[in-house]
Nanobody, 127 residues
Framework: QVQLVESGGGLVQAGGSLRLSCAAS????????MGWFRQAPGKEREFVAG????????RYADSVKGRFTISRDNVKNTVYLQMSGLKPEDTAVYYC????????????????????WGQGTQVTVSS
């Protein structure tokens, strides 16, 4: 069992930065690929970024490439999403998620592949 708690959301002006954190509990965290998703009002949940258990080459949605960076610290059981150059269209509730398959090196972009989810943290970017 893995429990995830996000933090770091807030209100920021366009062009600003935020760092989201996702603290995980559970002994299997460091074996699991992790992802960040977001859901804006009236829109479907979408993949933002993902990282495998080795913290190897991450994967990003085209809309955030070059602006967002995902990383993980397997000692602290934490995944981060550093967001810069924020735009109003980045406004959403951001969720971290843990894949269900340990030791995976494939980063899934579908939420169906992720078994554990946090409660979400709101990010609002003003223009």
């Amino acid at each position: 069992q893995v429990q995830l708690v996000e933090s770091g959301g807030g209100l920021v002006q366009a062009g600003g930065s935020l760092r989201l954190s996702c603290a995980a509990s559970g002994r299997t965290f460091n074996r699991l690929p992790m992802g960040w998703f977001r859901q804006a009002p009236g829109k479907e949940r979408e993949f933002v970024a993902g990282i495998d258990w080795t913290a190897g080459t991450p994967r990003y949605a085209d809309s955030v490439k070059g602006r967002f960076t995902i990383s993980r610290d397997n000692v602290k059981n934490t995944v981060y999403l550093q967001m810069s150059g924020l735009k109003p269209e980045d406004t959403a509730v951001y969720y971290c998620a843990a894949d269900s398959i340990p030791w995976g090196t494939t980063i899934a972009t579908s939420g169906l592949s992720y078994e554990y989810w946090g409660q979400g943290t709101q990010v609002t970017v003003s223009s």
